[in-house]
């Protein structure tokens, strides 16, 4: 099974207007971790937000929130007021436990619209 | 915040030469440093996990004798793409963690092209 999926290849979002990236996890784990990278055209990976599973408070990070539903093992990512320089790649990510490995999903692309 | 530096950021080289892509933590010390590899509008591939001084952990399917790792400090690991083919053509990417804190950062990555 996968370890993160993300159902959304392509979101188009109107300036100035919130949307919601999709994002679930799969792990038998009770202590991991949950990221949203975004990776603009120039290829670099940028970390936005992070939600640990034992922490009670959705995270947010200025524009960005994370909506963490533990039992229905989603970690989407709302972002409010889009703006053009939010076009971009972005990425769902997954740590277990203490371990090394992060586990990235397939991505989605997100276009604002002027 | 921590600063993952990566260079070369594009390369194009001839068919069977080696390239080398260097990985730096500028304000951290990274024990362990990762190498991914992205084709166009995919997801990042783990290939291997960097050890410094120690060999690397290269996952399942991944040639270590054709992806050469070194982490021979607590701020540099360098990846060698040897005899580089044309399908070895990819984005690269390096990523470390910042001791025990949560976050991955990532190095800009590198374009390879090899002709």
């Known amino acids: 099974a996968q370890k993160i999926t993300q159902t959304q290849p392509g979101m188009f979002v109107q300036e100035k207007e919130a949307v919601t990236l999709d994002c679930t996890y799969d792990t038998s784990d009770q202590s991991y971790g949950l990221f949203w990278y975004k990776q603009p055209s120039s290829g670099e990976m940028i970390f936005l937000i992070y939600?640990?599973?034992?922490?009670?408070q959705n995270a947010t990070e200025g524009r960005y929130s994370l909506n963490f539903q533990k039992a229905r093992k989603s970690a989407n990512l709302v972002i409010s007021a889009s703006q053009l320089g939010d076009s971009a790649m972005y990425f769902c990510a997954m740590r277990e436990g203490t371990g090394n490995q992060f586990y990235f999903g397939t991505g989605t692309s997100l276009t604002v619209i002027p | 915040g921590a600063v993952v530096s990566q260079h070369p950021s594009r390369v194009i080289c001839k068919s069977g030469t080696s390239v080398k892509i260097e990985c730096r933590s500028l304000d951290f010390q990274a024990t362990t440093m990762f190498w991914y590899r992205q084709f166009p509008k995919q997801s990042l591939m783990l290939m291997a996990t960097?050890?410094?001084?120690?060999?690397?952990?290269?996952e399942q399917g991944v040639e270590k004798d054709k992806f050469l790792i070194n982490h021979a400090s607590l701020t540099l690991s360098t990846l060698t793409v040897t005899s580089a083919h044309p399908e070895d053509s990819s984005f690269y990417i390096c990523?470390?963690?910042?001791?025990?804190?949560?976050?991955?950062?990532f190095g800009s990555g590198t374009q390879l092209s090899v002709l």
């Open positions: 990523s470390a963690r910042n001791g025990v804190g949560e976050k991955l950062f």
């Open positions: 960097s050890n410094e001084g120690s060999k690397a952990t290269y």
């Open positions: 939600q640990g599973s034992y922490d009670e």
